[in-house]
Protein backbone atom coordinates (compact mmCIF):
# COMPACT_ATOMS: atom_id res chain seq x y z
CA UNK A 1 0.00 0.00 0.00
CA UNK A 2 1.74 3.35 -0.98
CA UNK A 3 2.76 5.78 1.68
CA UNK A 4 0.19 8.48 2.18
CA UNK A 5 1.43 11.75 4.11
CA UNK A 6 -1.12 12.13 7.23
CA UNK A 7 -2.42 16.09 7.17
CA UNK A 8 -1.42 18.56 9.03
CA UNK A 9 -3.65 20.26 11.78
CA UNK A 10 -2.85 23.64 12.84
CA UNK A 11 -4.60 26.96 13.98
CA UNK A 12 -6.08 28.97 11.31
CA UNK A 13 -3.81 31.82 10.08
CA UNK A 14 -0.85 29.71 11.08
CA UNK A 15 -0.23 26.81 8.27
CA UNK A 16 2.72 26.77 6.50
CA UNK A 17 2.71 27.64 2.80
CA UNK A 18 5.35 25.97 0.47
CA UNK A 19 5.08 29.01 -1.25
CA UNK A 20 6.21 32.47 0.52
CA UNK A 21 5.48 36.07 -0.12
CA UNK A 22 8.47 36.58 -2.43
CA UNK A 23 7.37 33.49 -4.57
CA UNK A 24 4.20 34.51 -5.11
CA UNK A 25 5.39 38.33 -5.75
CA UNK A 26 7.91 36.89 -8.28
CA UNK A 27 5.23 35.45 -10.43
CA UNK A 28 2.72 37.81 -10.61
CA UNK A 29 1.49 39.79 -14.04
CA UNK A 30 -0.79 42.85 -14.59
CA UNK A 31 -2.30 44.22 -18.00
CA UNK A 32 -1.62 47.49 -17.92
CA UNK A 33 -2.63 48.77 -21.64
CA UNK A 34 -4.84 47.50 -24.45
CA UNK A 35 -3.49 48.30 -27.57
CA UNK A 36 -5.88 47.73 -30.71
CA UNK A 37 -4.91 47.56 -34.47
CA UNK A 38 -7.33 49.51 -36.06
CA UNK A 39 -6.13 48.17 -39.88
CA UNK A 40 -6.19 44.18 -38.52
CA UNK A 41 -8.46 44.67 -35.99
CA UNK A 42 -5.95 42.46 -33.74
CA UNK A 43 -6.23 42.77 -29.90
CA UNK A 44 -2.78 43.36 -28.27
CA UNK A 45 -2.18 44.67 -24.44
CA UNK A 46 1.07 45.36 -22.38
CA UNK A 47 1.70 43.17 -19.47
CA UNK A 48 3.74 43.66 -16.82
CA UNK A 49 5.81 40.81 -15.06
CA UNK A 50 9.08 39.24 -13.52
CA UNK A 51 10.74 40.59 -10.03
CA UNK A 52 9.75 44.26 -9.22
CA UNK A 53 6.71 44.33 -12.53
CA UNK A 54 10.93 45.19 -14.31
CA UNK A 55 9.51 43.76 -17.29
CA UNK A 56 6.75 44.57 -20.05
CA UNK A 57 6.15 42.70 -22.83
CA UNK A 58 3.35 43.08 -26.61
CA UNK A 59 1.39 40.12 -25.36
CA UNK A 60 -1.15 39.54 -29.02
CA UNK A 61 -4.38 37.96 -27.67
CA UNK A 62 -5.80 35.20 -30.59
CA UNK A 63 -9.33 35.34 -31.31
CA UNK A 64 -11.09 32.70 -29.04
CA UNK A 65 -9.55 34.56 -26.27
CA UNK A 66 -8.50 31.68 -24.10
CA UNK A 67 -4.59 31.88 -25.08
CA UNK A 68 -2.14 34.64 -25.33
CA UNK A 69 0.79 34.91 -27.92
CA UNK A 70 3.66 36.55 -26.31
CA UNK A 71 5.82 38.34 -28.98
CA UNK A 72 9.56 38.80 -28.05
CA UNK A 73 10.24 42.19 -29.90
CA UNK A 74 13.54 42.28 -29.12
CA UNK A 75 16.11 39.20 -30.20
CA UNK A 76 19.11 40.41 -29.40
CA UNK A 77 18.74 40.38 -25.87
CA UNK A 78 20.21 38.35 -24.16
CA UNK A 79 17.10 36.80 -22.60
CA UNK A 80 15.57 37.07 -25.72
CA UNK A 81 12.89 39.93 -24.07
CA UNK A 82 12.21 43.41 -24.87
CA UNK A 83 11.11 45.72 -21.83
CA UNK A 84 7.72 48.30 -23.39
CA UNK A 85 8.23 51.16 -21.22
CA UNK A 86 8.64 54.59 -21.43
CA UNK A 87 9.62 57.37 -18.82
CA UNK A 88 8.37 60.65 -20.73
CA UNK A 89 6.78 62.98 -18.06
CA UNK A 90 8.68 60.42 -15.35
CA UNK A 91 5.45 58.42 -14.77
CA UNK A 92 5.51 56.66 -18.46
CA UNK A 93 2.44 55.57 -20.29
CA UNK A 94 1.76 55.37 -24.23
CA UNK A 95 5.08 52.97 -24.40
CA UNK A 96 3.17 50.92 -27.38
CA UNK A 97 1.16 51.43 -30.48
CA UNK A 98 -0.01 48.63 -33.03
CA UNK A 99 -0.68 49.47 -36.95
CA UNK A 100 -0.70 47.61 -39.94
CA UNK A 101 0.64 44.39 -38.42
CA UNK A 102 3.45 46.27 -37.31
CA UNK A 103 4.15 47.00 -33.42
CA UNK A 104 5.97 50.67 -32.31
CA UNK A 105 7.65 50.47 -28.62
CA UNK A 106 9.54 52.38 -27.08
CA UNK A 107 12.59 49.78 -25.38
CA UNK A 108 13.54 50.60 -21.73
CA UNK A 109 17.08 49.71 -22.05
CA UNK A 110 18.21 52.35 -24.26
CA UNK A 111 14.75 54.50 -24.92
CA UNK A 112 15.06 54.08 -28.56
CA UNK A 113 11.46 53.92 -30.57
CA UNK A 114 11.93 50.65 -32.17
CA UNK A 115 9.62 48.78 -34.99
CA UNK A 116 8.60 45.21 -36.33
CA UNK A 117 5.75 43.18 -37.30
CA UNK A 118 3.76 41.49 -35.46
CA UNK A 119 0.58 39.35 -35.25
CA UNK A 120 -0.56 35.66 -36.40
CA UNK A 121 2.38 34.10 -38.87
CA UNK A 122 3.96 37.38 -39.34
CA UNK A 123 7.96 37.10 -39.55
CA UNK A 124 9.38 38.08 -36.39
CA UNK A 125 12.97 38.90 -36.72
CA UNK A 126 13.35 41.94 -38.52
CA UNK A 127 13.66 44.84 -35.94
CA UNK A 128 13.94 48.19 -36.84
CA UNK A 129 15.15 51.40 -34.63
CA UNK A 130 12.78 54.14 -36.06
CA UNK A 131 14.90 57.09 -34.02
CA UNK A 132 18.91 57.31 -33.32
CA UNK A 133 20.94 56.11 -30.89
CA UNK A 134 20.54 58.65 -27.68
CA UNK A 135 20.08 57.66 -24.40
CA UNK A 136 19.08 61.33 -23.67
CA UNK A 137 15.80 61.21 -25.09
CA UNK A 138 12.53 59.70 -24.08
CA UNK A 139 9.75 59.16 -26.54
CA UNK A 140 6.41 57.94 -25.66
CA UNK A 141 2.50 58.56 -27.26
CA UNK A 142 2.68 57.54 -30.94
CA UNK A 143 0.40 57.86 -33.60
CA UNK A 144 0.74 56.81 -36.94
CA UNK A 145 -0.69 58.38 -40.12
CA UNK A 146 -3.53 56.64 -41.51
CA UNK A 147 -2.39 56.65 -44.78
CA UNK A 148 1.58 56.53 -44.73
CA UNK A 149 3.15 54.12 -42.24
CA UNK A 150 6.31 56.22 -43.33
CA UNK A 151 4.84 59.03 -40.95
CA UNK A 152 4.91 59.13 -36.45
CA UNK A 153 3.68 61.62 -34.42
CA UNK A 154 4.75 61.55 -30.80
CA UNK A 155 6.42 63.38 -27.55
CA UNK A 156 9.99 63.40 -27.54
CA UNK A 157 11.41 64.58 -24.15
CA UNK A 158 15.04 65.71 -24.23
CA UNK A 159 17.37 65.06 -20.95
CA UNK A 160 20.73 66.18 -22.72
CA UNK A 161 20.66 69.12 -20.01
CA UNK A 162 19.32 67.13 -16.46
CA UNK A 163 18.64 71.05 -15.42
CA UNK A 164 16.73 72.26 -18.18
CA UNK A 165 14.92 68.77 -19.56
CA UNK A 166 11.92 70.01 -22.67
CA UNK A 167 9.39 68.49 -23.91
CA UNK A 168 8.45 69.04 -27.64
CA UNK A 169 6.35 67.20 -30.03
CA UNK A 170 7.76 66.00 -32.67
CA UNK A 171 7.37 64.24 -36.63
CA UNK A 172 8.81 61.28 -37.74
CA UNK A 173 9.51 60.61 -41.40
CA UNK A 174 10.81 57.17 -41.77
CA UNK A 175 10.91 57.37 -46.06
CA UNK A 176 13.12 60.54 -45.71
CA UNK A 177 15.04 59.54 -42.14
CA UNK A 178 14.00 62.84 -40.52
CA UNK A 179 12.79 64.03 -36.98
CA UNK A 180 11.40 67.21 -36.91
CA UNK A 181 10.14 69.56 -34.35
CA UNK A 182 6.64 70.46 -34.88
CA UNK A 183 5.40 72.24 -31.58
CA UNK A 184 8.19 73.66 -29.76
CA UNK A 185 10.14 71.75 -27.19
CA UNK A 186 9.47 74.06 -23.55
CA UNK A 187 10.66 73.87 -20.17
CA UNK A 188 7.76 74.51 -18.33
CA UNK A 189 5.53 72.83 -21.36
CA UNK A 190 3.75 69.39 -21.42
CA UNK A 191 2.24 67.52 -24.26
CA UNK A 192 -0.01 64.28 -24.45
CA UNK A 193 -2.04 62.90 -26.90
CA UNK A 194 -1.15 63.58 -30.70
CA UNK A 195 -3.08 62.32 -33.07
CA UNK A 196 -3.84 62.62 -37.06
CA UNK A 197 -7.30 63.13 -38.01
CA UNK A 198 -9.67 64.08 -40.64
CA UNK A 199 -10.74 61.66 -43.59
CA UNK A 200 -7.44 61.69 -45.13
CA UNK A 201 -4.94 62.00 -41.72
CA UNK A 202 -4.93 65.73 -42.82
CA UNK A 203 -5.47 67.03 -39.56
CA UNK A 204 -3.19 66.48 -36.03
CA UNK A 205 -5.04 67.07 -32.57
CA UNK A 206 -2.93 67.36 -29.52
CA UNK A 207 -3.07 68.72 -26.27
CA UNK A 208 -0.75 70.65 -23.49
CA UNK A 209 -0.68 72.42 -20.52
CA UNK A 210 2.01 74.82 -18.96
CA UNK A 211 3.47 74.96 -15.21
CA UNK A 212 2.54 75.19 -12.82
CA UNK A 213 -1.48 73.45 -13.98
CA UNK A 214 -1.19 69.92 -14.39
CA UNK A 215 -3.35 68.18 -17.05
CA UNK A 216 -6.59 68.01 -14.95
CA UNK A 217 -6.79 71.51 -14.26
CA UNK A 218 -5.23 73.61 -16.97
CA UNK A 219 -4.98 71.70 -20.23
CA UNK A 220 -5.46 72.97 -23.90
CA UNK A 221 -6.70 71.27 -26.88
CA UNK A 222 -5.17 71.98 -30.36
CA UNK A 223 -5.28 70.72 -33.64
CA UNK A 224 -4.02 72.15 -37.07
CA UNK A 225 -4.44 70.85 -40.22
CA UNK A 226 -1.45 68.88 -41.72
CA UNK A 227 -0.04 67.62 -45.09
CA UNK A 228 1.97 64.31 -46.08
CA UNK A 229 5.69 65.81 -46.79
CA UNK A 230 6.91 65.36 -50.35
CA UNK A 231 10.51 66.22 -49.51
CA UNK A 232 12.81 66.50 -46.63
CA UNK A 233 11.95 70.58 -46.44
CA UNK A 234 9.92 71.01 -42.40
CA UNK A 235 6.53 71.34 -41.88
CA UNK A 236 4.77 74.27 -40.36
CA UNK A 237 1.44 74.14 -38.17
CA UNK A 238 -0.70 76.39 -37.45
CA UNK A 239 -2.81 75.51 -33.86
CA UNK A 240 -6.18 76.08 -33.52
CA UNK A 241 -7.43 76.01 -30.06
CA UNK A 242 -10.38 73.93 -29.38
CA UNK A 243 -11.37 74.17 -26.16
CA UNK A 244 -9.79 74.48 -22.63
CA UNK A 245 -8.21 77.34 -20.69
CA UNK A 246 -5.27 77.59 -18.76
CA UNK A 247 -6.07 78.14 -14.50
Same mark, same amino acid.
Given at each position: ????????? %??????????????? =??????????????????? /???????? *?? %??????????? /????????? $????? !???? *???????????????????? %? =?????? !??????????????????????????????? $??????? $? *?????????????????? *???? +?????????????????????????????????? %???????? !???????????????????????? +???????????
Amino acid at each position: MPHSRQPTI %APFGTWKSPLDSEAV =YRKRSSVTELLVDKITGDV /FHIEVSGF *NC %ARKAVVLLIPD /FLHSTYFSL $DPTRQ !DDAS *NVRTKVHEYGGGAARVHGGV %A =YWSEAK !DGRIYRRKVGTGADLRPIEAVTPDCHKHRFA $DFDIHPF $D *NNLLICIKEDHTDETQVT *NGLI +LINLKYATMQEIRSARIDGFYAFPRFGGIHGDKI %AWIEWKHP !DMPWNGTELYYSAFSIPTSKQPIQ +LCPIKIAGKRS
